[in-house]
């Protein structure tokens, strides 16, 4: 384990907004770097979203291409309920952009045997696959669960889906897609767990690993 020096003891109750006053949290002396600390691979570092309560992890090498902002990457935001965390890819709406990190993504999860395992990591973690909650312009809206094996959308009403893969692969169009796929946590639960938040933060990304590194492989 990398030895670094985190102040993280928890999260604070005045961190769960929509801003970054007067926060801590995101810094690599706190809660970037407790998560960077725990990872079981190397050159991985944390970078603090300017005035957003969001921190994003990557691979060194990765992180220092171009547009970094369409680079597969593991994330956690805040807002004034919840902490969201897991992985986070982006897909621009400008045919000019490059596609590479989820073009590869996509490639990945179109293997049915990658499907399946993530199907089940889902399950068995409780994740959700959603795109940003506070996008005004969404690729689409609700958030899509595991169940029975298969994916079932959850809107107003609900909506099975059969193929992942294909509704991914729909997306890109007029509206940028900013896709999660992580753990949705409440507040209450978050600052009971204090600073073992961190162990469960990295432990996410580590079972997230193989996703993360089939979506960079073809740009590191």
Known sequence: MKKTFS????????????????????????????????????????????????????????????????????????????????FYIECSNKSSDKRTDWNAFISWVSNVENEIWLNKISIDNDLSIYEKFDKKEKSFEGIIKSYNNKWRIHREKYEDIDSLPAFLSNLPGKNWVDLMIGKIENKKEVLEKGESIADDISKLFEILMPLYKASIKSST
């Open 7 to 86: 102040k993280f003891n928890g999260f604070k109750e005045s961190d769960f907004k929509k801003n970054v006053t007067g926060t801590n949290w995101r810094s690599r002396s706190y809660l970037g770097g407790a998560v960077t600390q725990r990872l079981y691979v190397d050159k991985f570092n944390s970078w603090a979203i300017p005035r957003w309560p969001i921190i994003h992890w990557d691979d060194i090498k990765h992180r220092k291409r171009e547009k970094s902002l369409l680079q597969a990457k593991f994330f956690a935001e805040l807002d004034e309920k919840n902490l969201y965390y897991g």
